[in-house]
């Protein structure tokens, strides 16, 4: 059992540690702050250092604002009293002078003032359809009413608005079928020179092919005019519902190649026999597409640098 006595001496004990502690932190503290002084000495210099570092950058600033958004003027230059000076003071100014200031005046005044020019909105407008176009009517009717039904008696007709909308018929292949009649002599006893006859076949462009003219005058002209490539009028021939290898359209255009060969031989000595041109009127001739003997082609190009710019470049069929 704990004594009075004890007890007291435990409680001073623990006072005195209490006491001991709060001392060595204060001995801590007061360490820390032994070089105070100094650093307050360092901190005070190094604000110092930035004020006036401030103060020079603002002088700097202040600078070129006056400089950039600030009025220029020349400096000031002190009247010598060794120069001799002009006094027009009591002189009176000459019409002409007084013309020449008003109208520079006026010139002046005219060049600072902005004149705006006011745009006028133009209206766009639809470009008109071509008369050549034919025309296809459809009448449409109100509801209930068709041509045969209308009642003139209870209706007056007014006058239709007309509506033009552009459609397209797109391009179709078809065949044509040259069916050849032939006859016989029925009397054999006849001594004629054709027993058999048949009608003659028309004259095609190309022999023993199934090419129409029409079909190689749109190749020719998709070619180079429209600046399609084989290729792709092959793809488009084959939407149509025909198959045309590469080789048969090479084919045709050898072909073609020689029936274009009389127009070109006549151009060639059109050109070649012009007058007044000299050296500059021969054509220097280039093939293009090569027929099939090795002759000239369908295509030449025809480059003529002189003064008639319009043979410049011509190509043709």
């Known amino acids: 059992m704990i004594t009075d006595e004890e007890l007291f001496m435990q409680n001073i004990l623990e006072e005195r540690d209490q006491l001991f502690r709060e001392t060595s932190k204060l001995r801590s503290q007061i360490q820390g702050y032994e070089n105070f002084e100094s650093e307050r000495d360092s901190y005070e210099k190094q604000l110092s250092e930035k ?73 766009p407008v639809r470009k008109p359809i071509p008369e050549n176009l034919p025309r296809v009517e459809i009448h449409l009717y109100p509801e209930g009413m068709d041509k045969d039904s209308i009642d003139l008696s209870m209706w007056t007709e007014l006058e239709p608005e007309v509506t033009e909308i552009v459609e397209r018929i797109p391009a179709k292949l078809f065949v044509n079928r040259f069916i050849r009649h ?112 090795g002759g000239p082609g369908i295509v030449q190009e025809l480059s003529r640098c002189d003064t008639d710019r319009r043979l410049c470049g011509l190509r043709f069929l």
């Open 182 to 293: 032939k006859f016989v002599r029925k009397d054999k006893s006849l001594d004629v020179e054709k027993p058999i006859i048949i009608a003659p076949m028309p004259v095609l462009p190309l022999a023993k092919s199934y090419a129409g003219a029409t079909l190689l005058a749109d190749l020719a002209i998709d070619k180079y005019v429209n600046h399609l490539p084989f290729y792709r009028q092959i793809q488009m021939y084959s939407q149509l519902g025909i198959s045309m290898a590469p080789s048969t359209i090479n084919g045709w255009f050898g072909g073609m190649a020689d029936l274009m060969r009389p127009t070109y031989y006549r151009l060639k000595e059109h050109l070649d026999g012009s007058s007044g041109h000299g050296e500059l009127g021969l054509l220097s001739l280039r093939p293009r597409f090569a027929s099939p003997e």
């Open 51 to 123: 004020d006036a570092q401030i103060a020079k950058l603002l002088e700097r600033i202040d600078w070129l604002q006056r400089k950039i958004w600030g009025k220029s003027s020349e400096s000031f230059i002190p009247n010598d009293p060794r120069l001799r000076t002009v006094d027009f003071d009591g002189l009176d100014v000459l019409p002409e002078e007084k013309e020449l200031a008003t109208s520079a005046q006026e010139e002046i005044d005219a060049y600072k003032t902005k004149r705006v020019v006011e745009k006028v909105k133009i209206t």
